[in-house]
């Protein structure tokens, strides 16, 4: 037995803790309990994946003995492993996140209840689609997540949630339709819809066909991964979602998105027939995101314009086809979830502590509560590329990949990257000056509780005094924890992964160099599917 | 492959009937246009499987080919239950719009409008002479100078001296 054959337990675990938090609905202790210790068993089960597939390459598990192409299929490579670990590191510190909210508060039942079952049947989805090996199944993935981040989003059922709700839904079933649609062309086409075999098949028919097949699955996941003109429902939806929603989402739901583009555009469609289309596309999702950016005042639509804007740093990597280009795209995925979500965590710390999102009502954080500006500040400088963090590194990578291709266009796209680079900063700054270093009182409209002091005159730990100020965000409750240590711990751990990620740049750049070698060579990805000498 | 015609043009009136609902403002209308696109879709996998043929239960005596196509109708099975789910949830939302505020209608983002109609000017960050936030001036100069309004008078000479 080799260890791939554990790979379907990373959708299994989630589901079944799912199950279980569902029938302990009314028990919210044992709730946050099975569904804390799952995830964490999830993530060490996909690490020791992840040392598995580093040593070996590629590894298949065919579900119910089915051979392929018949049977439904997994795949674990280290691309797929590498996403599987980051992706249930993140969801389990914003799970714990959410836990601490809840406990914070204090909410014994309410709506809130259904979030954790929820939360699981999202990261069973996810999981499911960094590790299916047909495009069907990649389709069910994609619809588990969705179905239950519609869920996530519209949690409550409050009216500016409802609107987002709405968008949000409209266009995600539209893009899981294009997606159906191209699958069944797909197979009307070649009869198969496993992807090793479709790697060999595609490239058999005429080329006009694979061209129109190849865009329609491009459609599809640019809406999924939010591609400049396919982004705009983005900025749109994601805000209004409840902050550690708000955060997996931003982190995740997108690169699945990424995730699906470059197993397609590597495995299904190899060559460069859409390179130049995708370089103008990623050159305009930076630059139109980020300017977009520039006009927010609310720093979580701000910061979800960011989010579109440094997916184009992701598709840039993508077209330019090399093994530096898809391993720094590659290494630079895993930066942003990590840097992304820790920004939103930030941010839902920054609305409990200073009453609102708005950075114009907002001042004088620094000096409130400096944790908060230190957990600010190294992720909003890592987002921007400042040496020696992550993002400069994953951005130096793209770069160079770029200057080795040596074209005009990628000599364009490396300029407006380093523009888009620059323009993140000064967003960040923004909301640095305005946010943490001025004080409360140069702001138009401060929010109260940022005046406020609690009875001895030092600085305010809970919302004991504040009700009087008429926020009308704590009424009915005697005290409330402005930062508690259940939301702060896990937002201080995500900072420091995203730190670690800076130390341990070189290990993880060797590793998603390997995962490029092995994506552009589409060898190891057949053969260990359909079995050794099937790639000829 | 053989396809055939009826389905075919079935399929069409749909994605076209589909299409012109889901780009009405109206919510009711956009889940009936996804509700036929999503039926649309289930005809065209239902079409790439070929001509009709027997049911899919193996017996020895029948030549494969005889057989019809079991994997575009497994997939239809699926694309039916997700379809279903999500436009229940659907309405269910729809429903909720309509609790409160009476809404039937795929509603502006507020947020969205109001940066799009703000001015591009931005006192703090766009005045010819920086607005002056430092916290070190001297209370008595402070009090002079009217620096932190916000609008036209940072732009006035005699105002912001």
Redesign the interface.
């Known amino acids: 037995m080799n260890t791939a054959s554990l790979a379907p337990l990373a959708v299994v675990l989630p589901v079944l803790g799912a199950a279980l938090a569902f029938i302990l609905i009314r028990h919210q202790r044992a709730q946050r309990a099975v569904s804390i210790s799952i995830l964490s068993v999830t993530l060490i089960l996909e690490v020791v994946l992840l040392s598995s597939v580093w040593e070996t390459g590629a590894q298949a598990v065919n579900l119910g003995a089915w051979l392929p192409p018949f049977g439904i299929t997994m795949v674990v490579d280290q691309f797929s492993a590498l996403m599987l670990v980051v992706s249930s590191a993140i969801s389990l510190s914003v799970l714990i996140y959410a836990a601490g909210q809840g406990m914070a508060d204090g909410d014994e039942d309410g709506p809130i209840s259904i979030f954790h079952p929820t939360y699981l049947i999202l990261v069973a989805g996810v999981s499911n689609a960094f590790l299916a090996g047909d495009l ?1 199944n990649l389709y ?1 993935g994609f ?1 588990i997540l969705l ?1 239950a981040s ?2 996530l989003m ?1 949690l409550g ?1 409050t ?1 500016p949630r ?6 949000y ?2 266009v995600s ?2 893009s ?2 294009l997606f ?2 191209s ?3 797909i ?2 086409a070649t009869g198969t ?1 496993n992807m090793a075999d479709l790697a060999l098949k595609l490239g058999e028919l005429d080329p006009a066909t694979q061209l129109m097949l190849h865009l329609m699955l491009l459609v599809a996941f640019g809406i999924k991964a939010a591609i400049f003109p396919l982004s705009f429902w983005l ?2 939806s994601y ?1 209004t979602a409840p902050a550690p929603v708000t955060a997996v989402f931003a982190g995740l739901l997108t690169k699945v998105g990424v995730y699906a583009m470059v197993r397609t555009e590597t495995l299904l469609f190899p060559g460069d027939r859409i390179n130049t289309l995708l370089m103008v596309v990623a050159g305009l999702t930076m630059l139109v995101g980020i300017l977009g950016a520039l ?4 720093i979580k ?1 701000m910061l979800s314009f960011t989010l579109v804007s440094h997916i184009g740093y992701m598709v840039f990597g993508l077209a330019v086809a090399s093994v530096a280009g898809i391993g720094s795209a590659v290494f630079y995925v895993v930066h942003h979830i990590t840097v992304q979500t820790s920004l939103f965590l930030v941010t839902g710390l920054i609305e409990r502590r200073g009453g609102t999102a708005n950075m114009d009502r907002l001042g004088g954080l620094a000096r409130l509560s400096p944790l908060l500006a230190v957990l600010y500040f190294i992720p909003a400088i890592n987002l921007a590329g400042i040496p020696p963090f992550s993002g400069f590194l994953g951005k130096l990578g793209l770069m160079q990949a770029g200057v080795d291709l040596g074209t005009p266009l990628a000599y364009v796209l490396v300029g407006s990257g380093a523009a888009t680079s620059l323009l993140t900063l000064l967003v960040m700054a ?1 909301v640095w ?2 946010a943490f270093w ?2 409360p009182e ?1 702001a ?1 409209h401060p929010d109260p509780i940022l005046l406020a002091t609690s009875s001895d005159g030092s600085s305010l730990r809970s919302s004991e005094n504040v009700n009087e100020h008429a926020t009308g965000r704590f009424s009915g409750r005697d005290s409330v924890d402005l930062l508690p240590r259940t939301m702060v711990y896990p937002t201080v751990g995500l900072v420091a992964l995203g730190v670690a990620l800076t130390v341990a740049a070189g290990p993880l750049f060797s590793l998603s160099d390997g995962a490029a070698r092995d994506l552009l060579d589409r060898t190891p990805y057949i053969e260990a599917v359909l079995g050794e000498g099937a790639a000829q | ?1 053989t396809v055939n015609l009826t389905l075919l043009l079935v399929m069409g009136c749909l994605y076209a009937a589909g299409i012109y609902l ?1 780009l009405e403002r109206s ?1 009711t209308r ?1 889940v009936l246009g ?1 509700a036929m ?2 039926n649309a ?1 289930n005809i ?2 239902l ?2 499987g070929g001509p009709a043929g027997l049911a899919p239960i193996f017996n020895k005596d029948i030549a494969a080919d005889a057989y019809n196509d079991p ?2 109708q497994a ?1 239809i099975l ?2 039916i239950v ?1 379809s279903f ?2 436009t229940a ?2 309405l269910g ?2 429903y ?2 309509w609790v ?2 009476r809404q039937d209608e ?2 502006d ?1 507020l ?2 409008r109001r ?1 799009a109609s ?1 001015s591009s000017f931005d006192a ?2 766009d005045a010819d002479v920086p607005e002056d ?1 430092t ?1 070190f001036t001297p209370p008595e100069e402070a009090e002079e100078a009217p620096g ?1 309004q ?1 609008g036209n008078t940072a732009n006035d000479p005699e105002v912001t001296r």
Do not use: K
């Open positions: 069907f069910v619809e179905t519609y869920v519209t059922g009216t409802i609107r987002a709700g709405v968008t839904v409209v079933v539209v899981s339709l159906l649609i699958i069944a062309m197979y009307g819809v900025p749109d805000p006009a927010q005042t609310d639509r923004r000056n305005r001025r004080t140069d138009v | 492959m889901l919510l956009v996804l696109l999503t879709t065209l996998l079409a790439t994997l575009p997939f699926t694309s997700i789910s999500v949830f659907m939302i729809i909720r719009s409160l505020g795929v509603q983002d947020e969205d940066v703000q703090e960050d936030t916290e932190s916000r």
